[in-house]
T-cell receptor
Framework: GQNIDQPTEMTATEGAIVQINCTYQ??????LFWYQQHAGEAPTFLSY??LDGLEEKGRFSSFLSRSKGYSYLLLKELQMKDSASYLC??????????WGAGTKLIIKP | ETGVTQTPRHLVMGMTNKKSLKCEQH?????MYWYKQSAKKPLELMFV???????ENNSVPSRFSPECPNSSHLFLHLHTLQPEDSALYLC???????????????FGPGTRLTVL
């Protein structure tokens, strides 16, 4: 079966750095997406990786290793507004997105 | 503002009611999706439309009936629902299906559905 694993919840301190991991086992691979979802709101697109390596976008970076079935989202200089759930999703060989259950990130002052 | 709107934002219905959820995208996309989001569970893909044609129906019960009259509008018709159908229903759109990075999905705010 297809499976996406990510931690259920993480806590970090304002101004610090946090890394959210995602491992996957899917039927084929056409890219990996990270989304941010604040409570009661729509998921919003953060990043897309299809090749191995690190993609940097401001305070957020996303890394992919296809051989290991592994990705992480790195958030730097954490701000209180970064408190949200972070969703990892992999596009399989049928171009369907397989979603993880999300990681709830709690930022403390 | 993401360019994808959904109405209503909240809906409470009895098991014998019939209601419809509406989604509209203003992004010029050709693919639209319905998802179900339950607490602490992954997003569940329900239906996919690509250029108005339904391409996926992930074993969704017949009490959920989608309709896509054009590339900008998507409906989800609901009838004789069960309490376990209570969830957040999200609509999304993308430029196309299967377009690599161009199939990035953009979501609406969702309809919070409660079935009594």
């Amino acid at each position: 079966g297809q499976n996406i694993d990510q931690p259920t919840e993480m806590t970090a301190t304002e101004g610090a750095i946090v890394q959210i991991n995602c491992t996957y086992q899917t039927s084929g691979f056409n890219g990996l997406f990270w989304y941010q979802q604040h409570a009661g709101e729509a998921p919003t697109f953060l990043s897309y990786n299809v090749l191995d390596g690190l993609e940097e976008k401001g305070r957020f970076s996303s890394f992919l290793s296809r051989s290991k079935g592994y990705s992480y989202l790195l958030l730097k200089e954490l701000q209180m507004k970064d408190s949200a759930s972070y969703l990892c999703a992999v596009e399989d060989s049928n171009y369907q997105l397989i979603w993880g259950a999300g990681t709830k990130l709690i930022i403390k002052p | 503002e993401t360019g994808v709107t959904q109405t209503p934002r909240h809906l409470v219905m009895g098991m014998t009611n019939k209601k419809s959820l509406k989604c509209e995208q203003h992004l010029g996309h050709n693919a639209m999706y319905w998802y179900k989001q339950s607490a602490k569970k992954p997003l569940e893909l329900m239906f996919v439309y690509n250029f108005k044609e339904q391409t996926e129906n992930n074993s969704v019960p017949s009490r959920f009936s989608p309709e896509c009259p054009n590339s900008s509008h998507l409906f989800l018709h609901l009838h004789t629902l069960q309490p376990e159908d209570s969830a957040l229903y999200l609509c999304a759109s993308s430029q196309v299906v299967g377009g690599g990075g161009t199939d990035t999905q953009y979501f609406g705010p969702g309809t919070r559905l409660t079935v009594l």
